[in-house]
C-alpha cells in the first residue's frame, strides 16, 4: 500500500469520525427560533412555518390537543406543534428520526452510494457548519421578532401612537393588544349601560323610559362624526377639558335629561359614559 493511499484513508476515516461526533453533539439542541408562536392562531403559525420552508407531514390526536409534525427537507429539520382550541400551544425541535417514518421512501442502495459515503462525510462537515450557522441566524431574527411582539403589545395597551415605520411582528403585537383592548372596554361598557338602564327605571319609571337616549353605539366613532351624531340627537357640549393625548367632554340633552361624558382618545369615542345630571348642571 503507497504512502499517499495509506495517508488518503486516515484523512477519510478522521473526516467521518469528525462529522460523527459533530452530528452528535449538535442533535437534540434547544430550539427557541419559533417560541413567538406559543398562543398565536394556528393559521398564523403555520403560514410562519411554511414562509420559513416546513413542510407538515403528519398529525395526530394526543392528549386532547392536535400534534402536528413538520420536515425542512433544506435544513434537514424536524419540528412538533401542538395546537387547541385555535391556538398554537408550544413548538419544539425533535429528531430527525421523528420525521423519518412520514418522509423515509422504499428504496434499495446500489454499491455506489456505499463507496461514496466517505466522500459525503467530508463534504458533510462543512455543510453541517454552514446549516447551523443559518439557523443561529434565524434564531436572532425570531428573538429580535418576539422583542418587537411584545413591544408592540405594550404599546398597543397604553394606547400609544405608532409614529414610523415598523415589523411585521411589532404591528401583530400592537393590533393584538389593541383588539384585546377594545373588546375589554366595550365589555365593561354593555355592563355600565345595563347597570345604568336598570336604575334609571327603578328610580324614574316607566315614563320617562321613553325619553332615554342611547349613546352606545358611538363607542369607537371618529371624533367629528360622534360629535355630529350627538348634535342630532339633542345634546350640546357643555364643558370640556384637553389633555396632551386625549380630551373629556360633557355633553347635555335637556329633553331626556342626560348627562353623557365622552373621552376622546387617538381621534375615536371612547366608551360614552352616562353620568349624573347634576355634572351637566
Same mark, same amino acid.
Given at each position: 500500500?503507497?504512502?499517499?493511499?495509506?495517508?488518503?484513508?486516515?484523512?477519510?476515516?478522521?473526516? @467521518?469520525?469528525?462529522?460523527?461526533?459533530?452530528?452528535?453533539?449538535?442533535?437534540?439542541?434547544?430550539?427557541?427560533?419559533?417560541?413567538?408562536?406559543?398562543?398565536?392562531?394556528?393559521?398564523?403559525?403555520?403560514?410562519?412555518?411554511?414562509?420559513? *420552508? =416546513?413542510?407538515? @407531514? !403528519?398529525?395526530?390526536?394526543?392528549?386532547?390537543?392536535?400534534?402536528? /409534525?413538520?420536515?425542512?427537507?433544506?435544513?434537514?429539520?424536524?419540528?412538533?406543534?401542538?395546537?387547541?382550541? *385555535?391556538?398554537?400551544?408550544?413548538? #419544539?425541535?425533535?429528531?430527525?428520526?421523528?420525521?423519518?417514518?412520514?418522509?423515509?421512501?422504499?428504496? *434499495?442502495?446500489?454499491?455506489?452510494?456505499?463507496?461514496?459515503?466517505?466522500?459525503?462525510?467530508?463534504?458533510?462537515?462543512?455543510?453541517?457548519?454552514?446549516?447551523?450557522?443559518?439557523?443561529? $441566524?434565524?434564531?436572532?431574527?425570531?428573538?429580535?421578532?418576539?422583542?418587537? =411582539?411584545?413591544?408592540?403589545?405594550?404599546?398597543?395597551?397604553?394606547?400609544?401612537? +405608532?409614529?414610523?415605520?415598523?415589523?411585521?411582528?411589532?404591528?401583530?403585537?400592537?393590533?393584538?393588544?389593541? +383588539?384585546?383592548?377594545?373588546? +375589554?372596554?366595550?365589555?365593561? =361598557?354593555?355592563?355600565?349601560? &345595563?347597570? =345604568? !338602564?336598570?336604575?334609571?327605571?327603578?328610580?324614574?319609571?316607566?315614563?320617562?323610559?321613553?325619553? #332615554? /337616549?342611547? /349613546?352606545?353605539?358611538?363607542? &369607537?366613532? +371618529?371624533?367629528?362624526? *360622534? $360629535?355630529? $351624531?350627538?348634535?342630532?340627537?339633542?345634546? !350640546?357640549?357643555?364643558?370640556?377639558?384637553?389633555?396632551?393625548?386625549?380630551?373629556?367632554?360633557?355633553?347635555?340633552? $335637556?329633553?331626556?335629561?342626560?348627562?353623557?361624558? /365622552?373621552?376622546?382618545?387617538?381621534?375615536?369615542?371612547?366608551?360614552?359614559?352616562?353620568?349624573?345630571?347634576?355634572?351637566?348642571?
Amino acid at each position: 500500500m503507497s504512502i499517499q493511499h495509506t495517508i488518503s484513508c486516515r484523512i477519510t476515516t478522521l473526516a @467521518v469520525a469528525s462529522a460523527i461526533a459533530f452530528s452528535s453533539m449538535t442533535a437534540g439542541a434547544a430550539n427557541n427560533e419559533f417560541q413567538y408562536l406559543t398562543n398565536n392562531g394556528i393559521q398564523n403559525s403555520h403560514n410562519a412555518l411554511e414562509g420559513r *420552508g =416546513y413542510q407538515q @407531514v !403528519h398529525s395526530e390526536i394526543n392528549n386532547n390537543q392536535n400534534q402536528v /409534525v413538520w420536515w425542512n427537507s433544506q435544513q434537514k429539520d424536524c419540528v412538533v406543534t401542538n395546537e387547541r382550541f *385555535g391556538k398554537t400551544t408550544s413548538v #419544539y425541535d425533535v429528531s430527525k428520526s421523528d420525521c423519518d417514518p412520514y418522509i423515509r421512501k422504499e428504496s *434499495g442502495m446500489s454499491p455506489m452510494v456505499g463507496l461514496l459515503a466517505g466522500a459525503a462525510a467530508i463534504a458533510g462537515i462543512a455543510a453541517i457548519a454552514n446549516h447551523n450557522k443559518h439557523k443561529q $441566524e434565524a434564531r436572532d431574527n425570531e428573538a429580535r421578532n418576539n422583542e418587537d =411582539y411584545e413591544q408592540g403589545y405594550q404599546d398597543g395597551l397604553e394606547r400609544y401612537h +405608532r409614529y414610523g415605520s415598523h415589523s411585521d411582528a411589532y404591528n401583530n403585537g400592537y393590533e393584538t393588544a389593541r +383588539r384585546e383592548r377594545e373588546e +375589554r372596554a366595550s365589555s365593561r =361598557y354593555s355592563n355600565n349601560y &345595563n347597570n =345604568y !338602564h336598570n336604575d334609571y327605571n327603578h328610580h324614574f319609571g316607566a315614563p320617562h323610559e321613553s325619553r #332615554y /337616549v342611547k /349613546v352606545a353605539d358611538l363607542y &369607537n366613532l +371618529r371624533a367629528s362624526a *360622534g $360629535e355630529q $351624531e350627538l348634535i342630532n340627537r339633542g345634546f !350640546h357640549a357643555i364643558d370640556g377639558a384637553k389633555g396632551w393625548r386625549s380630551s373629556s367632554v360633557l355633553w347635555v340633552n $335637556e329633553d331626556a335629561q342626560e348627562c353623557v361624558s /365622552v373621552t376622546t382618545k387617538d381621534g375615536r369615542f371612547q366608551m360614552p359614559a352616562i353620568v349624573a345630571m347634576s355634572q351637566c348642571a
